[in-house]
């Protein structure tokens, strides 16, 4: 079977035979692959054309339902993905890593659309600044998809997380993607892509999938696109120092090979619990997908006097891992991707042994059970050791991209320090300590070269992730040789596919284009309690301007008791006088917001169901007693949820006093019912 490209809306064979790929466990063909023939200006224009504007007509709520709709209708499926995947070289749990992961990132990225994302087309980026001394000409920082495609250039050690996790911040944006897998495990990304493309959730042109070489697609790209790439660091380089990718500026991100370390704390001697998480954590990293990982652990940094007992657990517990045939179920470690990338880890080990001494393992021999070992990529563990790794240069320069690590000891922590830096920039880094000096000490230290950095010990372990799992929560990245980049990071990863614009004008122009309310902007007035007001009724800018209230020293005596809130400057004149900020007795800004809901609450059941949280809430100026303040309640912002029959309402709140100073402001939340949910409500 040759594999197919699918691009402008259809399944396309390349001409042409196409190179043989090759199942990483028995080396039989399994696939073709070429893409020559394929009309890559016609899929970049019909990204652009057809796939660009198809999703920005939906809203950030609208995608991020879109993901998980595909999310559900991949697991209802992963069966296939997984029996494809052995192919690879996994074993089952490296294929739940790469198959599961990744439609959990598409999940997450679900989620976190719809909580953090307003339902909208634009996402406005933090408060709005006031630039004028009266407030009428203001600036605001907002973010709008861009205009292209993203490009994806995946590695071949995740050929299903590695497209999805770029894949679902892009589509989330709004922008249409080009995904290219690299070639040796394309087929296993070719089936998750029919996958996606038979669900018929994605408009047309959101997505379109390359297998085989890219031809002259770089040529046609421009500001609007984005290149990710992930893989080596050359060819990163390679890549990022395209003519057309310099010439047009086009934003090129990377994630790339780099030489992981993890660092055990000067406290944690054999014996500790940090020891053994050590050894746990460091058998993990060589022995899933066959270290075959970006972030796996390639250098062990350990205290001198540790080394020996480390060496020794470690040989032990990589004695034991079974190396196979990965589709049975009493392997351990399944086999590299391909035939050429054991003899490449076999190069690289060789090179590391000039400086290093092999302490465990034979790079030239694996028996492989169940398995042929010739003509499977199956290579067993191998362990090195560097007794002065300062003064050697392979160990912090050779990645051997396989089950392979090295121990480095250290005699000092700034020594330790010192190895982990000479990584020249890492994907992630661990820490195992339970000392907090050593571990505020490390952590400050290596910073600076980790795009992630895990602290490990035994309150955290049994949740913890471990070194190696990138999480759609947090960034995914590194810098120098990691490529210096940064993919997930939950939201922070949507944005790597918008532009940020700083808009200026009046309030009220901004709050047309954001659909924010901005102080100083147009208010409404409503015929009615603004709570009376069903979602759809309810306008930006929709205000209530209260009665007065007084506030006596009765109303904060009563409340300190009703609270049990007796704080000197509530409740002792000569003492709260002492204070620089007051001159006497004030109320407590609890009670200010109470009296102010109280001034401002519509009573009778109606559309606002729930009140579930203030934010921003400050209180500038105190209120003392016999003080009147009123309040200013202004409709901001509108998110509704869909299906759902409500949607989040949030009310710019400002209470002043009878000087027409601002007392507090803070943002209320309500959730607010549609007209036919109000219906179904006052129907019950």
Same mark, same amino acid.
């Given at each position: 079977m040759k594999l197919q490209s699918f691009a402008e809306g259809r399944w396309v064979t390349g001409a042409g035979d196409g190179a043989i790929l090759r199942s990483a466990v028995n080396g039989e063909a399994v696939a073709r692959i070429g893409s020559d023939g394929l009309d890559f200006a016609g899929m970049v224009r019909y990204a652009?054309?057809?796939?660009?504007?198809?999703?920005?007509?939906?809203?950030?709520?609208?995608?991020?339902?879109?993901?998980?709709a595909l999310a559900k209708g991949l697991l209802e499926n992963k069966k296939e993905l997984y029996e494809v995947s052995t192919h690879t070289g996994a074993t089952r749990s490296d294929s739940w890593v790469d198959i599961d992961g990744g439609i959990s990132t598409l999940f997450v990225y679900s989620s976190k659309g719809r909580r953090e994302l307003p339902n909208s087309h634009v996402l406005p980026d933090g408060p709005p600044e006031v630039v004028s001394r009266n407030g009428t000409f203001?600036?605001?920082?907002?973010?709008?998809?861009?205009?292209?495609?993203?490009?994806?250039?995946?590695?071949?050690?995740?050929?299903?997380?590695?497209?999805?996790?770029?894949?679902?911040?892009? /589509? !989330?944006?709004?922008?249409?993607?080009?995904?290219?897998? +690299?070639?040796?495990?394309?087929?296993? @990304?070719?089936?998750?892509? =029919?996958?996606?493309?038979?669900?018929?959730?994605?408009?047309?042109?959101?997505?379109?999938?390359?297998?085989?070489?890219?031809?002259? /697609? !770089?040529?046609?790209?421009?500001?609007?696109?984005?290149? +990710?790439?992930?893989?080596?660091?050359? @060819?990163?380089?390679?890549? =990022?120092?395209?003519?057309?990718?310099?010439?047009?500026?086009?934003?090129?991100t990377a994630e790339t090979d780099s030489l992981n370390c993890a660092v055990l704390g000067t406290d944690a001697v054999a014996g500790t619990p940090e020891f053994d998480l050590y050894v746990d954590e460091i058998v993990r990293e060589i022995t899933s997908k066959a270290g075959q990982k970006c972030t796996a652990i390639r250098r062990i940094i350990v205290p001198r006097e540790s080394s020996a007992a480390l060496?020794?657990?470690?040989?032990?517990?990589?004695g034991e891992v079974r190396v196979g045939n990965p589709a049975n179920r009493d392997i351990d470690m399944g086999a590299l991707a391909s035939l050429g990338q054991r003899d490449e880890v076999r190069q690289r080990v060789a090179e590391l042994a000039g400086e290093s001494e092999i302490v465990f393992g034979d790079p030239q021999h694996c028996e492989a059970i169940d398995a042929d070992s010739e003509r499977g990529a199956f290579f067993a563990p191998v362990l090195l050791h560097c007794d002065r790794p300062l003064k050697a240069r392979s160990p912090h320069s050779v990645e051997a991209f396989g089950p392979v690590a090295t121990v480095l000891p250290y005699d000092s922590l700034e020594e330790a320090a010192e190895l982990a830096r000479l990584g020249a920039g890492s994907l992630a880094g661990s820490l195992y300590t339970y000392d907090d000096e050593v571990a505020r000490t490390l952590a400050l230290e290596l910073g600076p070269y980790h795009g992630r950095l895990v602290l490990i010990d035994r309150d955290c372990a049994a949740e913890s992730t471990g070194h190696g799992s990138p999480l759609p929560h947090l960034v995914h990245g590194g810098p120098g040789r990691a490529g210096g980049g940064e993919e997930l990071g939950g939201i922070r990863g949507v944005k790597h596919y918008m532009q940020r614009t700083a808009l200026q004008g009046s309030p009220a122009r901004l709050a047309a284009v954001t659909g924010e309310w901005i102080r100083g902007g147009r208010e409404i007035s409503a015929a009615q309690h603004p709570f009376r007001l069903t979602f759809e009724e309810l306008e930006i800018g929709h205000?209530?301007?209260?009665?007065?209230?007084?506030?006596?020293?009765?109303?904060?005596?009563?409340?300190?008791?009703?609270?049990?809130?007796?704080?000197?400057?509530?409740?002792?004149?000569?003492?709260?006088?002492?204070?620089?900020?007051?001159?006497?007795?004030?109320?407590?800004?609890?009670?200010?917001?109470?009296?102010?809901a109280g001034l401002f609450v519509d009573a009778p059941l109606g559309p606002v169901l729930a009140n579930y949280g203030l934010e921003n809430l400050r209180f500038i100026q105190p209120v003392v007693p016999g003080d009147r303040i009123k309040v200013r309640l202004t409709c901001k912002q509108k998110t509704l949820r869909e299906d759902a029959g409500y949607g989040e309402v949030r009310w710019d709140t400002e209470v002043t006093n009878a000087d027409g100073d601002i007392v507090a402001a803070y943002d209320v939340l309500t959730m607010v019912a549609t007209a036919e949910k109000l219906q179904e409500i006052m129907d019950a």
């Open positions: 652009r054309e057809t796939g660009g504007p198809a999703l920005r007509r939906y809203t950030f709520h609208q995608r991020a339902l879109m993901l998980k203001v600036g605001q920082h907002i973010f709008t998809p861009l205009r292209g495609v993203a490009v994806h250039i995946n590695a071949y050690n995740f050929p299903c997380w590695g497209m999805l996790e770029k894949l679902a911040p892009a /589509l !989330l944006a709004g922008m249409p993607a080009i995904v290219k897998p +690299a070639s040796s495990t394309a087929f296993l @990304t070719e089936r998750m892509v =029919r996958q996606i493309i038979e669900l018929d959730i994605l408009p047309a042109g959101a997505l379109q999938l390359i297998c085989g070489s890219t031809g002259d /697609l !770089l040529s046609q790209l421009d500001c609007q696109d984005v290149v +990710a790439f992930t893989g080596s660091k050359s @060819t990163a380089d390679k890549l =990022r120092q395209h003519p057309q990718v310099i010439a047009e500026s086009v934003r090129f060496v020794e657990r470690l040989s032990t517990r990589l205000t209530l301007n209260t009665d007065e209230r007084e506030i006596t020293l009765a109303d904060i005596e009563s409340f300190a008791d009703l609270s049990g809130d007796h704080f000197y400057a509530h409740m002792n004149e000569a003492d709260a006088a002492r204070n620089p900020f007051f001159d006497g007795r004030v109320a407590h800004g609890y009670f200010i917001v109470s009296a102010a």
